[in-house]
C-alpha cells in the first residue's frame, strides 16, 4: 500500500512538473519571439475590390536613433519583426512570398528622398532589410528597383548604384519617363514644367534637368515665359509597365500642403506628373485627387505593402529638414491599409505640434479621411487595430 501511495506521489509530481516545464518553455519561446497573434484574415484581403484590414504593427525603439540617424543592425531587425508579426511567418523570405510576391515578380520599392537629404529620406537600413528579405524570397536583385522622382535627391540621400552589376537597380521617374494611356483627368489645371509629358519647349535632358534644380519637386517654369496648361497627370512607366508589385516604404515629414507626407500623398504624387495642381494647403484640391489616383488598378492591384518610416519624424516645418520640429521616435507602422497607417501619423503629428504650440494641421491632411470614401481602408481610430511588439 505504501510502495502504490509512493508511486502515485511520484507520478502525479512528475506530471506537474512537466506540465510546468512545457508552460516555462512555452513562456520563453513567446517572450523571445515576442509573437504577435493576428487575425487569420489579415492577409485573406482582396485589395482589388474590398478596403484592406485595418491591422498595423508598430514597433518602436527611441534608443535606436541618434543624431537624427537610424542604427544600422537595429534598423534591419525592427523591419523584419514588423514584417514577421504582420504577416506570422518564420523567416521574411516567407513573409514576403506570403505577401504575394514571386521570384518572377520586378518589384520596386517607393522610397521618400527627402528632398536630397539623408536626414529626412527613408532610412537605409531599413530599405536593406527589404532587400535582403527579398533575395531571400527568390527575387533576383537585378528584379528590384529602388525609386522615386527625382534623381538629384535620390543621389544626394545616399540611394546611388554601387557599381556592382548583380546589384539592384535605381531608377527615377525623371529618367524613365510616363505612360500616355490611360491618364489621370481632374478638373483643376496646373502649368505644365519641363518633366511633365505634355510639356513642349526645347528639347530637355530630364536627368541632366533633374540635377540642376534646386526646387523642392523638381520642377521650374518654363523660361520663354508662355504657360501650358493642362487637367491631365500621367503615371509613371515605373508604375505601369515596369514594376509588378510595389512596397511602399516613405519617410513621415510634414507637408505644408498635405498635412503629412506619409504612405498616401508620398505614393499617390511621386507617381504621376503635372501634380503641382493639388497642392496649396487651404484648396484642398489635393483631397479628392490622392485618393483617386490611389484607388486605379494601376497602383492599387500592384502595392503589397506598406511601411511608414517614422524613426526620425519631423512634424512641423517641412519640407525641408527642421531639427527643432523633428522628434526621434525611433517607429515603424508596417500594414496594408495606407488610409490607417496615415491617420495614426496624422495623429501623432497633431500631438506634437499641440505639445511645441504650433497650430493644428486640421484641413491640410483631409485626403487621408477621404481615402477612407475610395475604399483604400480605414479612418476610423476606434476601428484601426494596433498590434505594438517590442
Same mark, same amino acid.
Given at each position: 500500500?505504501?510502495?502504490?501511495?509512493?508511486?502515485?506521489?511520484?507520478?502525479?509530481?512528475?506530471?506537474?512538473?512537466?506540465?510546468?516545464?512545457?508552460?516555462i518553455?512555452?513562456?520563453?519561446? /513567446? %517572450?523571445?519571439?515576442?509573437?504577435?497573434? @493576428?487575425? +487569420?484574415?489579415v492577409?485573406a484581403?482582396?485589395? #482589388?475590390?474590398?478596403? $484592406?484590414?485595418?491591422?498595423?504593427?508598430?514597433?518602436?525603439?527611441?534608443?535606436?536613433?541618434s543624431?537624427?540617424?537610424?542604427?544600422?543592425?537595429?534598423?534591419?531587425?525592427?523591419?523584419?519583426?514588423?514584417?514577421?508579426?504582420?504577416?506570422?511567418?518564420?523567416?521574411?523570405?516567407?513573409?514576403?512570398?506570403?505577401?504575394?510576391?514571386?521570384?518572377?515578380?520586378?518589384?520596386?520599392?517607393?522610397?521618400s528622398?527627402?528632398n536630397?537629404? /539623408? %536626414?529626412?529620406?527613408?532610412?537605409?537600413? @531599413?530599405? +536593406?532589410?527589404?532587400?535582403?528579405?527579398?533575395? #531571400?524570397?527568390?527575387v $533576383?536583385?537585378?528584379?528590384?528597383?529602388?525609386?522615386?522622382?527625382n534623381?538629384?535627391?535620390?543621389?544626394?540621400?545616399?540611394?546611388?548604384?554601387?557599381?556592382?552589376?548583380?546589384?539592384?537597380?535605381?531608377?527615377?521617374?525623371?529618367?524613365?519617363?510616363?505612360?500616355?494611356?490611360?491618364?489621370?483627368?481632374?478638373?483643376?489645371?496646373?502649368?505644365?514644367?519641363?518633366?511633365?509629358?505634355?510639356?513642349?519647349?526645347?528639347?530637355?535632358?530630364?536627368?541632366?534637368?533633374?540635377?540642376?534644380?534646386?526646387?523642392?519637386?523638381?520642377?521650374?517654369?518654363?523660361? #520663354?515665359?508662355?504657360?501650358?496648361?493642362?487637367?491631365?497627370?500621367?503615371?509613371?512607366?515605373?508604375?505601369?509597365?515596369?514594376?509588378?508589385?510595389?512596397?511602399?516604404?516613405?519617410?513621415?515629414?510634414?507637408?505644408?500642403?498635405?498635412?503629412?507626407?506619409?504612405?498616401?500623398?508620398?505614393?499617390?504624387l511621386?507617381?504621376?506628373?503635372?501634380?503641382?495642381?493639388?497642392?496649396?494647403?487651404?484648396?484642398?484640391?489635393g483631397?479628392?485627387?490622392?485618393?483617386?489616383?490611389?484607388?486605379?488598378?494601376?497602383?492599387?492591384?500592384?502595392?503589397?505593402?506598406?511601411?511608414?518610416d517614422?524613426?526620425?519624424?519631423?512634424?512641423?516645418?517641412g519640407?525641408?529638414?527642421?531639427?527643432?520640429?523633428?522628434?526621434?521616435?525611433?517607429?515603424?507602422y508596417?500594414g496594408?491599409?495606407?488610409?490607417?497607417?496615415?491617420?495614426?501619423?496624422?495623429?501623432?503629428a497633431?500631438q506634437?505640434?499641440?505639445?511645441?504650440?504650433?497650430v493644428?494641421i486640421?484641413?491640410?491632411?483631409?485626403?487621408?479621411?477621404?481615402?477612407?470614401?475610395?475604399?483604400?481602408?480605414?479612418?476610423?481610430?476606434?476601428?484601426?487595430?494596433?498590434?505594438?511588439?517590442?
Amino acid at each position: 500500500m505504501i510502495a502504490r501511495r509512493l508511486l502515485f506521489t511520484a507520478t502525479t509530481t512528475h506530471r506537474v512538473f512537466t506540465r510546468f516545464a512545457r508552460f516555462i518553455v512555452i513562456l520563453l519561446v /513567446a %517572450l523571445a519571439l515576442r509573437t504577435v497573434v @493576428l487575425p +487569420s484574415t489579415v492577409l485573406a484581403q482582396d485589395p #482589388s475590390s474590398t478596403a $484592406p484590414s485595418p491591422a498595423v504593427i508598430l514597433i518602436e525603439r527611441p534608443y535606436a536613433v541618434s543624431e537624427f540617424a537610424l542604427d544600422d543592425a537595429n534598423g534591419q531587425q525592427m523591419l523584419n519583426r514588423a514584417l514577421l508579426a504582420y504577416t506570422q511567418r518564420p523567416t521574411p523570405a516567407e513573409a514576403w512570398l506570403a505577401l504575394g510576391i514571386t521570384p518572377k515578380d520586378v518589384v520596386g520599392i517607393k522610397i521618400s528622398s527627402g528632398n536630397g537629404t /539623408a %536626414l529626412t529620406a527613408t532610412k537605409r537600413p @531599413l530599405v +536593406s532589410a527589404i532587400i535582403q528579405g527579398l533575395v #531571400s524570397a527568390g527575387v $533576383p536583385a537585378s528584379n528590384i528597383i529602388i525609386w522615386d522622382r527625382n534623381p538629384k535627391h535620390m543621389r544626394l540621400a545616399g540611394y546611388v548604384p554601387d557599381g556592382n552589376k548583380n546589384s539592384v537597380n535605381y531608377r527615377s521617374v525623371f529618367g524613365t519617363g510616363y505612360t500616355r494611356e490611360a491618364p489621370y483627368m481632374f478638373e483643376v489645371p496646373g502649368t505644365l514644367v519641363p518633366g511633365d509629358a505634355d510639356f513642349r519647349g526645347a528639347p530637355v535632358n530630364l536627368m541632366e534637368e533633374a540635377m540642376k534644380v534646386g526646387e523642392p519637386d523638381g520642377g521650374r517654369v518654363e523660361r #520663354s515665359g508662355s504657360q501650358q496648361i493642362s487637367n491631365k497627370s500621367y503615371f509613371a512607366r515605373l508604375v505601369t509597365t515596369t514594376c509588378t508589385k510595389i512596397i511602399n516604404i516613405p519617410a513621415l515629414s510634414d507637408s505644408p500642403n498635405y498635412g503629412i507626407n506619409g504612405c498616401m500623398a508620398t505614393l499617390a504624387l511621386g507617381s504621376v506628373d503635372n501634380y503641382r495642381r493639388f497642392g496649396g494647403g487651404e484648396s484642398q484640391w489635393g483631397t479628392p485627387a490622392i485618393a483617386e489616383i490611389l484607388s486605379k488598378d494601376v497602383l492599387r492591384k500592384k502595392v503589397v505593402l506598406h511601411i511608414l518610416d517614422a524613426t526620425v519624424a519631423q512634424y512641423a516645418g517641412g519640407p525641408d529638414f527642421n531639427p527643432r520640429n523633428t522628434a526621434p521616435f525611433g517607429a515603424i507602422y508596417l500594414g496594408r491599409d495606407p488610409v490607417a497607417i496615415d491617420t495614426l501619423a496624422l495623429e501623432r503629428a497633431e500631438q506634437q505640434r499641440k505639445e511645441h504650440k504650433i497650430v493644428p494641421i486640421d484641413k491640410a491632411g483631409s485626403h487621408v479621411k477621404a481615402g477612407e470614401m475610395y475604399n483604400l481602408g480605414t479612418a476610423d481610430l476606434k476601428k484601426i487595430k494596433v498590434y505594438k511588439i517590442d
